[in-house]
Structure formats: structure tokens, C-alpha cells
């Protein structure tokens, strides 16, 4: 069983509530997620982030294959950090881990992302050239998005 991690961090020139007010509303994920990608959240996202909320989405991330997404946000510490794992969805496992913390002149938002892709060794063969490429690109977009949205950390 190989668990696969994805470790981002980007700084943004804004306060932790408005990173917070940003990050902690389910709404904005389709936002800073690729429109190719055709996110619609289902339900569960009619209310301000807790523990134990249940989101559903639908996602279209390889060959225009639609994916239903079910979601769990397990852990909540106001303006400090959130957790996602994924009840049903494309990966074996998934447990995203959402940090941010206040720095001289804005903020550093980190993303832990541990996961395993399903089909044993098939889905690690495939994960080189599909999956990690796939969240990379994922990734990616949200740090430029995010930086459209908010602005450039240039604070030195």
C-alpha cells in the first residue's frame, strides 16, 4: 500500500480573516479549481464550515468523466487550520490538511495532502504519469489564482 503526499505552501499579502473567511467557505472551491474540471457542488455547502459537514460535488478531472466527490471536513480550529478527508470519490484515500498562520505582512497557507490512488499496482503505475501530474496542475492553478484574487506576497 503506498500513501502518495502532496506539500504546498504559499504566502498571500492579506490578513488570517480574510484567509480564513476565504478558505473555510466551501463555496470557493470551485473558484480556484479549473472550469475544465466542471466542480458543482451538490449540497452540504449552505452552511459556514464545522466539523462533521458533509460536502457533495461533482468533478470532471480526466477524459471528461464525470466523478462524484463526497467530502468530510473532520477537523475545525477557527482562523488556525481544517481537515478534509474524502468518503466516496476517485482515490483510495484522501486526508487534506488545510494550515494557515499570520507572517510579517500577510499570511502562509500550507496544504498536506496524503493519498492513495485505488487499483493497487496498476493505479502506481499510473500515478507518475496521471495522478501526481493531475494534482500538480491542480495545484499550480489555485497558487495563480489565488495570487490574481489577492495579490502577490512581496513583503522581504
Request: glycine share 6%; aromatic share 14%; hydrophobic share 35%.
Amino acid at each position: 500500500m503506498k500513501i502518495y503526499t502532496l506539500h504546498k505552501k504559499q504566502n498571500l499579502p492579506i490578513s488570517i480573516e480574510q484567509a480564513w473567511d476565504f478558505l473555510s467557505n466551501p463555496e470557493n472551491l470551485k473558484t480556484i479549481t479549473p472550469d475544465y474540471m466542471g466542480f458543482h457542488i451538490m449540497s452540504g455547502a449552505d452552511k459556514p464550515m464545522y466539523s462533521g459537514q458533509i460536502i457533495q460535488y461533482i468533478v470532471t478531472p480526466v477524459l471528461r468523466i464525470k466523478t462524484t466527490w463526497v467530502t468530510e471536513i473532520t477537523h475545525v480550529r477557527d482562523k488556525h487550520y481544517f481537515v478534509d478527508e474524502q468518503r466516496f470519490g476517485p482515490y483510495a484515500l484522501w486526508h487534506h490538511k488545510h494550515f494557515i498562520k499570520e507572517i510579517e505582512g500577510g499570511v502562509e497557507m500550507e496544504d498536506i495532502i496524503d493519498y492513495k490512488v485505488p487499483f493497487g499496482f496498476l493505479g502506481q503505475l499510473v500515478h507518475p504519469i496521471l495522478v501526481k501530474p493531475k494534482l500538480e496542475e491542480i495545484f499550480n492553478y489555485r497558487t495563480k489564482k489565488l495570487e490574481e484574487l489577492f495579490g502577490i506576497y512581496t513583503n522581504k
